[in-house]
């Protein structure tokens, strides 16, 4: 018997295809390949762009941070002064105790150092008679984590508050 084309054995039909798909799955494998290779490159140009970012978050986060820290120890010795009225003879003293309040507001902070805030003498201002504006001024330096270029290295964030005490 004569094998006619249509007669022959369905594994030689089969046989071309599968070559072809394993020719491709070798072209796939290569392609994969330098796909990873530029999956960690683009890693490797990424990070550093990224922790840069992170760290200035950070950085710009402690800031404001500082900031409301410094805010709160100035509202925290207003209060103070707004419910104790001062005298020429207790002024040393009332003085003293603003400055401790302010200190410990910010001692429960575990970045800031409670020894690093300055705080000014209050400045009392006799407006009408029995009527005291008191002045309350803190400053607290605050250092950047790293030198950014074209920025200073440390800022000072300042808080004041104006209360009208009773005398």
Same mark, same amino acid.
């Given at each position: 018997m004569k094998a006619t084309a249509s007669s022959q054995p369905s594994s030689t039909r089969i046989t071309l295809p599968s070559y072809r798909i394993r020719k491709s799955a070798r072209k796939n494998y *290569? +392609? *994969? %390949? #330098? *796909? @990873?290779?530029?999956v960690l490159l683009e890693f490797a140009? =990424?990070?550093?762009?990224?922790?840069?970012?992170?760290?200035?978050?950070? !950085? +710009? $986060? &402690?800031? $404001?941070?500082? &900031? +409301?820290?410094?805010?709160?120890?100035?509202?925290? @010795? /207003? *209060?103070? @002064?707004? +419910?104790?009225?001062?005298?020429?003879?207790s002024y040393n003293v009332w003085m #003293? %105790?603003? !400055?401790?309040?302010? &200190?410990? =507001?910010?001692?429960? /902070?575990?970045?800031? $150092?409670? $020894?690093?805030?300055?705080?000014y003498p209050a400045v009392l201002n006799q407006e009408n008679p029995g009527e005291t504006r008191v002045i309350i001024k803190m400053e607290y330096v605050y250092h950047a984590t790293i030198p950014w270029p074209g920025l200073p290295s440390e800022a000072t964030v300042r808080s004041t508050v104006q209360i009208m005490g009773a005398k």
């Open positions: *290569r +392609f *994969r %390949k #330098q *796909r @990873a290779g530029a140009i =990424t990070i550093p762009v990224m922790m840069i970012l992170a760290i200035a978050v950070l !950085d +710009f $986060s &402690r800031l $404001s941070y500082y &900031r +409301f820290l410094v805010a709160d120890a100035a509202g925290a @010795a /207003s *209060r103070y @002064a707004a +419910f104790h009225p001062v005298t020429d003879v #003293q %105790k603003l !400055d401790t309040i302010a &200190r410990n =507001t910010i001692e429960g /902070s575990p970045w800031a $150092s409670a $020894s690093d805030l300055i705080v």
